[in-house]
């Protein structure tokens, strides 16, 4: 029914993304040998003539980013093509002090880095496999900071340190239909990238999304600047609704250029689009074509690691995990490194304890993360942490609503013998501590245990109650049993 009813609200919708991103792993800017980080850096620090755009200064290619570019797109099985040349994308704005962006251009005899390549997503537990268009580098121009919002703000400062940071920028085709697909695509992207270690797309900045969106048989619109990943969803929803409700008025739609406002959240007509032919696209004659060998690709392909896909189905075969559990442990490079240090680092372990670990790594771990808006690197929880854990509740030392309690402190390092030592909350085991407690219980809640012949459900309220006695400590299946002994007197 869900499922339905979003298929007619979206199947008429047609989404292709274009996602700029930062290689923010590289220590110097695409053409120049300035500082590649200028986050948190005094403004129009990291500049020189070349990222300035002086007359009379020439660039020179930054090999390393010709290496990431290629990282990428054999992880996203695109055609690598074998030389490329760099274009002039000419358009005036403050930006782009030499009033030019140099990029790459698959027309006019030029081509992109790579061409083609895929993504494959998973919604509604249905497989589907996003093709891409192709991936290009081009330089990043400088930082605008707008006072307030950007159509409003009286006057823009410039910051030049990010001018020249080298952006890949990935095309897809426009083979989305909503904007969950959307969101799929770009998780999937994201960890992709995390993988090939060319950027760090957690921090501030480091992704920009263009989204084409229209409704079949009429004009699109583009949303520019979508500046995060999380954003993308809310801002296509959001499009997709101004389309639609034009449409129904009985008015058309023309082709623009849009400006995603995430203070506001809604999307502003800028101007009417500007077509390709405004861009005056011309070789760019200050660098040479660059080559790829089939020699270099064949070393960067050496010294990839494993990708998600590949690793999700070794998962399946190495700790005989579930497909979905496997495929959203991989998701995250850190998480699933995580995982396999701690699974590996215990002899002992077996396909029991390679569940719990997942289940506790995705659980209380990841819901921990995700409410400090924290990564599990920058926490000092270790693999051997959990392992310790896992094995003090297997072998009845602590029960697993007890080991809960704990994750605050876990986070912050300490031990779990001294967490456990100090809580004073190991585990209650002995039957006759038990029976006192349920003795009292029951004295104290006769109208439950009076209850219990017409509604069985008030056993669960009772072993709950010596539960929150005793903070959880006690064994849940000792307690039962002893309860229902009393239940039946
Ligand atoms: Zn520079």
């Given at each position: 029914m869900e499922v339905n009813k979003m298929n007619s609200k979206y199947e008429d919708v047609i989404i292709g993304l274009e996602v700029h991103i930062q290689?923010?792993?590289?220590?110097?800017k695409l053409f120049c040998s300035c500082n590649n980080e200028y986050r948190g850096k005094e403004p129009n620090t990291h500049v020189c003539p070349i990222c300035l755009g002086l007359p009379g200064s020439l660039p020179v290619i930054n090999k390393i980013s010709v290496e990431f570019a290629t990282r990428l797109a054999l992880a996203l099985g695109c055609d690598i093509n074998e030389s490329f040349w760099f274009f002039r994308k000419n358009y005036f704005y403050p930006d782009m002090a030499k009033n030019f962006q140099i990029s790459q251009y698959n027309k006019a005899g030029g081509r992109a880095f790579a061409d083609g390549g895929k993504i494959t997503i998973k919604l509604n537990s249905k497989k589907k496999e996003l093709q891409l268009n192709r991936i290009h580098l081009e330089e990043d121009p400088a930082r605008l900071v707008h006072k307030g919002s950007i159509a409003t703000s009286p006057y823009a400062l410039v910051d030049y340190n990010r001018s020249g940071v080298t952006l890949i920028e990935i095309v897809s085709d426009p083979v989305m239909n909503s904007p969950e697909e959307a969101r799929e695509y770009l998780k999937q992207l994201k960890s992709i990238v995390q993988y090939t270690e060319i950027s760090d797309l957690d921090l501030d900045g480091s992704c920009r999304v263009d989204a084409n969106i229209s409704i079949k048989g009429h004009a699109r619109s583009e949303v520019k600047n979508i500046n995060s990943f999380k954003e993308v969803e809310r801002a296509l929803k959001w499009e997709i609704q101004r389309q639609k409700n034009l449409l129904k008025r009985g008015k058309e739609l023309i082709q623009e250029t849009r400006h995603w406002d995430d203070k506001r959240r809604v999307t502003i007509g800028l101007r009417t689009k500007e077509f390709e032919k405004d861009y005056r696209y011309f070789p760019e004659q200050d660098l040479v074509p660059i080559e790829i060998t089939k020699d270099f690709i064949e070393q960067v392909k050496k010294k990839l690691p494993e990708m998600p896909n590949a690793r999700a189905k070794r998962f399946q075969k190495d700790y005989q995990l579930s497909e979905f559990d496997s495929e959203i442990l991989v998701l995250d490079k850190d998480i699933a490194d995580f995982y396999e240090n701690g699974v590996k680092s215990e002899k002992s372990f077996g396909p029991d304890e390679y569940k719990q670990y997942c289940n506790w790594l995705m659980g209380d771990i990841s819901r921990w993360l995700n409410e400090n808006n924290n990564v599990i690197k920058e926490t000092k929880l270790t693999p051997k942490h959990l392992v310790d854990l896992i094995k003090l509740i297997n072998e009845g030392e602590i029960t697993g609503k007890i080991a809960k309690t704990f994750v605050n402190e876990m986070m912050k390092g300490t031990p779990i013998l001294e967490i456990v030592k100090k809580s004073g909350k190991s585990r209650i085991a002995d039957k006759n501590k038990i029976t006192k407690i349920v003795e009292e219980v029951i004295k104290e809640n006769r109208d439950i245990v009076n209850d219990y012949q017409k509604n069985p459900r008030a056993l669960e309220a009772l072993i709950g109650k010596c539960m929150k006695k005793t903070k959880g400590q006690l064994d849940p299946e000792i307690t039962r049993k002893i309860v229902l002994e009393f239940l039946k007197k």
């Open positions: 290689l923010t792993n590289l220590k110097t």
